[in-house]
């Protein structure tokens, strides 16, 4: 059995377009992954900052990287799948996404850095970002969520990225039901080949 990790930034919860984007993927995701979902909302995210920030650097500087406050970075490295679902927020996603992120950005769980580089440690074949968007940014060098989670997957070592976006879903004139239907549909389509 394969862990396909959900990473839940759908910040307005039922009412969340992205999230039906979500629900259209793991619909079709096959029965050899089991699903842990977080949703980032509900969890106990900081950012780092004064003693928290402090220690986190003298839990690494000792060693201690089982101690619980590192369990997302074990839960993200160990994922055979990892799934974030995010809405277009100020040109890339919710901070609450980043700040998870800055979480599981631990030397020697997720990455590891030596005289050599920086190499990956996360065994996820594939990170998938699905994604809601008021504009049409796709194409837009303004678009900034998707690059950096590109970026980020590569990274960790992750093997592959695929974004799935809905685009125009406010622009006045546009249907945006009709764009939604078809991101579901490819997101569908994707988790089918997983």
């Known amino acids: 059995m394969k862990t396909a990790l959900y990473i839940d930034c759908c910040i307005r919860g039922a009412d969340s377009r992205t999230r039906a984007l979500a629900e259209a993927f793991f619909s079709s995701l096959g029965p050899e992954y ?4 977080l949703y980032l909302p509900e969890e106990n995210l900081a950012c780092f900052q004064g003693a928290y920030f402090d220690q986190r650097e003298r839990l690494l500087a000792a060693g201690e990287r089982d101690h619980p ?55 996820a074949e594939r990170l998938v970002f699905l994604t809601t968007r ?16 590109e970026a980020m ?4 070592g992750i093997g592959a990225y695929s974004c799935v976006a809905a685009d125009g879903m406010d622009a006045a004139g546009f249907d945006g039901p009709a ?8 997101a569908a389509a994707l988790a089918g080949t997983l």
């Open 134 to 149: 008021g504009g049409f940014y796709t194409d837009s060098p303004d678009e900034m969520g998707s690059r950096y989670l």
């Open 34 to 37: 089991e699903t842990e979902r």
């Open 153 to 156: 997957s590569r990274f960790f």
């Open 179 to 186: 764009s939604l239907r078809r991101a579901c549909r490819e």
């Open 69 to 123: 406050r590192f369990r997302y970075a074990r839960q993200f490295a160990r994922a055979g799948l990892i799934v974030a679902a995010a809405p277009f927020w100020d040109l890339s996603f919710p901070a609450l996404l980043k700040v998870y992120i800055e979480q599981v950005s631990v030397d020697g769980i997720t990455f590891q850095s030596g005289e050599a580089g920086l190499r990956g440690l996360c065994r």
